[in-house]
Nanobody
C-alpha cells in the first residue's frame, strides 16, 4: 500500500505562489504515475497534472499550463506542485494520487492523500 501526505497549502493573494508537497511512503512509487487533482466547493474533482515517477514526463491541464510545475525528488519519494501566478479560481482542496498509468481521470488512481487547502484571495 502507498501512503501519500500533502502539505504546503494556505492562503495567498492573487498573483502569489505556493509549493505543495506530496510525500509518499510504504511501497515504492518508482513505477507509478503521480497525479495532482483539485476540488473546489460544489464542483467536481478536476485533474491538474501528472508526472511519471520513472522518467519525470509531465502533463498539465490547459488552465494551469505556464503557471504550475510538477517536479519530483526521487531520493525523498516526494513530488511537488509549484503554483505561480495564482488566481481566485485556483482555490480548492488539492490532492495527490498514484496510478499505474498516465491517466487524467481520477477513477484510475488507486491511492490518495488527504488533501491540502489552497485559498487565493482577490
Amino acid at each position: 500500500q502507498v501512503r501519500l501526505a500533502e502539505s504546503g497549502g494556505g492562503l495567498v493573494q492573487t498573483g502569489g505562489s505556493l509549493r505543495l508537497s506530496c510525500a509518499a511512503s510504504g511501497r515504492t512509487i518508482g513505477s507509478y504515475v503521480v497525479g495532482w487533482f483539485r476540488q473546489a466547493p460544489g464542483k467536481e474533482r478536476e485533474f491538474v497534472g501528472r508526472t511519471s515517477y520513472r522518467d519525470g514526463n509531465v502533463f498539465y491541464t490547459n488552465s494551469v499550463k505556464g503557471r504550475f510545475t510538477i517536479s519530483r525528488d526521487n531520493a525523498n519519494n516526494t513530488v511537488y506542485l509549484q503554483m505561480n501566478n495564482l488566481k481566485p479560481e485556483d482555490t480548492a482542496v488539492y490532492s495527490c494520487a498514484v496510478s499505474r498509468g498516465p491517466y487524467t481521470s481520477s477513477g484510475y488512481y488507486d491511492y490518495w492523500g488527504q488533501g491540502t487547502q489552497v485559498t487565493v484571495s482577490s
